[in-house]
């Protein structure tokens, strides 16, 4: 690092201390590179004088860059087939949710519309956006996808540049800043881009795997601790941390709790080194708060104030903990893996938040003992073994057995922390794996008391080992119900007013989103009462958060005669309790697909609610403006 404050390529001496690419401890004057064909004077038997011809670092990037690139092609392949008509086989609600928000963002640039709340989706009540991801961050700049070739195709643009582009970032910051070998680089940015964590997470959360800003804000906080130019770099800190809460905000507390965590570890082996950190960081922690309140404090307050806004997650993923049994077993969607083995050892499949295999956790556990004199390494092994144990969440669970009750107990109530998922603590753990293996491969290439040839045959071999079993495969998909032609040829138009809501039967919820694709193809022109998202229980602001808004009771009816394929009887109490509903959602029609699972009981049912429908194109119709019409 110069004197000015740019930073140039730099590793971590023994005792963590920063160097320079060139090999000087950080703060000394460094001795200039040679120029031009002097660069790397030595043959590949060492003999000195002889030229070596090296890849430019523009070309070798770019190089990594597509190789990363093809890989998330790779991973992606199957929904690639067919971006409108295949979503993950397992669950479909977070894509179609990931859909709307995505049109969402095209009506607020080309309509003007609110960006921190919609009402065209929970109609009347409507939804708190900031409380609930509709990721800006990457909706807006996707925009000219979206409405070239729809959602559909944007989400599946977002999942691969997701993964290519975490992969690439952590690849960047690491050859630059962490590692002088690029192969160390490159390992460490695979697994960073392309662990079993971000695989699972790939089908169905784009906001979480497109973690591609994230090493750049790490590096710019520890540059702070020897920054030069403070108001600069908290400026750039700042803009960086903005953009990222329009992405997720829940990674960007991970990265937050992380790096204070690292810092402070850091600190506490070499306590000295506060006396010259304090005052840059401090400065400059100061300036990026000041801005980003500044550009974050009124999406903020819609978030935490603003209408429908809630305080704490459902508890339905509150208590969300990895098993102890997920670290040493493969991810699902690797080549190692079993998903019947792995069902009870997460949450859910799209939460394998850990599943690094018996062969890379032990190989962490070697790295950490063999580097444990590097004052980095123990403080990232410190790191990662914090948020491994907070991972496993309020009861701690070995193979699907309760064992005791783990820490977060404690702090699942704490402001911020009530709104965190705790199993989503092990991707800082999949970090911190992914800059040890980075350091390891790094120091292991370098070993001076051991031949060249073995030493890169014992690195190449033992990556291999490890990391074989946790190769990705492509994701797994199966079709999905295509939009109605009546919904995509615009039919509807004719029937649905503007402060009128189109009713999708079964009414949306967290298991029924086929509606909220069918708004998104038509870029949310008609509002649906419903759907998937977080709300507050009971429609009352500042309540518990939930899935879904207040509870419907035809809602609830038409989702149990979905469920079992049985036709239910309605009481005349039954008929006026949906009939109010409808009429507070301000219903024009009731639209069933023909070929929706279970149509026929759905259809009978329906039509003890508000008398008999038509078919219409490809679906059946019920026109029900005249009973919802507010004189009636």
């Not at 998909?477 to 079964?506: C, K, Y």
């Not at 279970?598 to 009973?627: H, Y």
Request: aromatic share 10%.
């Amino acid at each position: 690092m110069d004197p000015t404050g740019e930073q140039g390529p730099v590793s971590v001496d023994a005792d963590g201390g920063a160097v320079e690419a060139d090999g000087t401890t950080a703060g000394t004057t460094p001795t200039p590179p040679p120029s031009g064909s002097d660069r790397g004077t030595a043959d590949r038997s060492g003999n000195p004088g002889t030229p070596v011809r090296r890849w430019p670092t523009r070309r070798r990037d770019l190089l990594v860059f597509g190789a990363f690139l093809l890989a998330a092609f790779w991973v992606t392949s199957q929904i690639w087939l067919d971006p409108a008509g295949r979503v993950a086989s397992l669950y479909s609600s977070d894509p179609a949710q990931v859909q709307f928000f995505l049109a969402h963002s095209v009506r607020v640039v080309l309509h003007g519309e609110y960006p921190f709340f919609t009402d065209r989706l929970n109609y009347p009540d409507g939804v708190n956006l900031m409380a609930n991801t509709a990721i800006l961050g990457l909706g807006i700049p996707m925009i000219p996808v979206t409405l070239l070739f729809g959602p559909a195709v944007s989400f599946v643009v977002l999942v691969t540049l997701g993964l290519a582009g975490t992969a690439s970032a952590w690849y960047f910051v690491l050859s630059r800043y962490v590692v002088r070998n690029p192969i160390a680089a490159i390992v460490g940015g695979w697994f960073c881009g392309f662990s079993p964590a971000l695989l699972s997470h790939a089908s169905w959360h784009p906001n979480i795997i497109s973690q591609f800003l994230l090493p750049f804000i790490v590096w710019r906080v520890i540059l702070l601790t020897r920054s030069t130019r403070v108001v600069r770099d908290g400026i750039i800190l700042a803009l960086l941390v903005s953009y990222q809460a329009f992405i997720n905000e829940e990674i960007l507390l991970f990265t937050a709790l992380a790096c204070g965590v690292f810092l402070a570890a850091v600190l506490a082996q070499q306590p000295g080194r506060f006396r010259t950190a304090w005052r840059p960081l401090a400065g400059g922690l100061a300036v990026c708060a000041v801005l980003a309140v500044a550009l974050l404090a009124y999406p903020l307050y819609v978030q935490f104030a603003g209408r429908q806004a809630y305080h704490g997650l459902s508890d339905a993923v509150r208590d969300y903990g990895n098993d102890l049994a997920a670290f040493v077993s493969p991810g699902s969607p690797t080549l190692g893996g079993n998903e019947r083995a792995n069902a009870n050892l997460a949450p859910n499949y799209s939460e394998e938040n850990a599943f690094f295999g018996w062969g890379l956790a032990l190989l962490t556990v070697g790295i950490v003992i063999w580097l444990r004199r590097e004052v980095i390494v123990r403080a990232l092994a410190f790191t990662g073994l914090l948020f491994a144990i907070l991972s496993l969440g309020e009861r701690v669970s070995y193979w699907n057995r309760d064992l005791f009750w783990g820490p977060w107990e404690w702090l699942v109530k704490l402001p911020l922390l009530d709104a965190v998922v705790p199993t989503r603590f092990g991707l800082i753990t999949t970090v911190v794996i992914g800059i040890l293996l980075a350091l390891a491969v790094d120091r292991a290439w370098s070993l001076e008391s051991v031949d060249r040839r073995i030493r890169r045959v014992g690195v190449v071999t033992a990556l291999a080992v490890v990391l074989l079993p946790l190769i990705p495969l492509p994701l797994k998909m199966t079709s999905r119900p295509a939009v109605p032609d009546f919904i995509s040829s615009g039919h509807w138009r004719q029937f649905v007013g503007p402060d009128q809501s189109l009713v999708p039967v079964p009414v949306p919820a967290m298991g029924h989103t086929n509606g909220m694709r069918w708004a998104a193809s038509t870029n949310l022109d008609f509002k649906i009462p419903g759907g998937y998202f977080l709300a507050p229980r009971n429609g009352n602001t500042g309540d518990p958060g939930r899935f879904g808004g207040r509870p419907s009771g035809v809602s609830e009816l038409l989702d149990q005669v979905s469920t079992t394929g049985r036709v239910l009887t309605l009481t005349d109490r039954e008929r006026r309790r949906s009939m109010d509903e409808l009429r507070h959602w301000q219903a024009a029609i009731l639209v069933l697909p023909v070929r929706e699972k279970n149509a026929e009981p759905l259809r009978r049912t329906v039509e003890q609610i508000v008398g008999p429908g038509r078919r219409v194109d490809d679906v059946w119709l019920w026109d029900i403006r005249t009973l919802t019409a507010p004189s009636s």
